[in-house]
């Protein structure tokens, strides 16, 4: 079945360590993007990529970094530069819709990520 | 920039009742389209409806319909029928410029729905 596969499923990390996190998809799908969700927020963007070897900043970038070097792969790494990196990431994909607009975005289920 | 907010932090309903959840948008352009999305406790995200802004008539999807009211920016979700399995976070959804293609989405800060038997 096609989908989106994020691993670790849980991740523990000390202080001061980077840590990157998987977001794989076998849907063809060309965008992909990270998003991290804290209690009580919605999710908010960290990074997309629309097309391989080209992505873009979110509203939070800072302290994360990523890469598109194939188009089923979008790893998110957390630097030690990321003040608080405790929170659940969500990783998705989507392809250009019939219907302009319509392009429904896939989400993986996602990293715990918890800073010790 | 765009903006989604979601005023009800929690609702309960009771099973079988239907329910809405609010949702209002503040956007500049004239082409944009509207998600729901549900996110039980496991975490993952599941699509819901969607509404693009040229629409005309509100989007439904078996027991969820989308009340759309262009004139009050507003996107509420309503569910028929609750059942049990309907206890979850809610988050509306926005993108605007809708021939940009693949542009991320914005999302709310979601609704607690919880169904009591």
């Known amino acids: 079945d096609g989908g989106i596969t994020q691993s670790p499923k849980y991740l523990f990390r000390k202080e001061g360590q980077n840590v990157t996190l998987s977001c794989e998809q076998n849907?063809?799908?060309?965008?992909m993007y990270w998003y991290r969700q804290d209690p009580g927020q919605g999710l908010r963007l960290i990074y997309y990529?629309?097309?391989?070897?080209?992505?873009q900043k979110g509203d939070i970038a800072e302290g994360y970094s990523v890469s598109r070097e194939k188009k089923e792969s979008f790893p998110l790494t957390v630097t030690s530069a990321q003040k608080n990196p405790t929170a659940f990431y969500l990783c998705a994909s989507s392809t250009r819709a019939v219907l302009s607009g319509a392009n429904v975005l896939t989400f993986g289920a996602g990293s715990r990520l918890t800073v010790l | 920039a765009q903006k989604i907010t979601q005023t009800q932090p929690g609702m309960f309903v009771q099973e079988k009742e239907a329910v809405t959840l609010d949702c209002t948008y503040d956007t500049s352009d004239q082409s944009y389209g509207l998600f729901w999305y549900k996110q039980p406790s496991s975490g993952e995200m599941i699509f819901l409806i969607y509404?693009?802004?040229?629409?005309?008539q509100n989007a439904t999807e078996g027991r969820y319909s989308l009340n759309f009211q262009k004139a009050r920016k507003s996107a509420n979700l309503v569910i028929s029928a609750s059942q049990l399995g309907d206890s979850a976070m809610y988050f509306c959804a926005m993108r605007d410029s809708l021939d940009s293609g693949n542009t991320p989405l914005v999302f709310g800060k979601g609704t607690r729905l919880s169904v009591i038997a």
């Open positions: 849907l063809n799908h060309d965008a």
């Open positions: 509404q693009g802004s040229y629409d005309e």
């Open positions: 990529s629309q097309i391989v070897n080209d992505f």
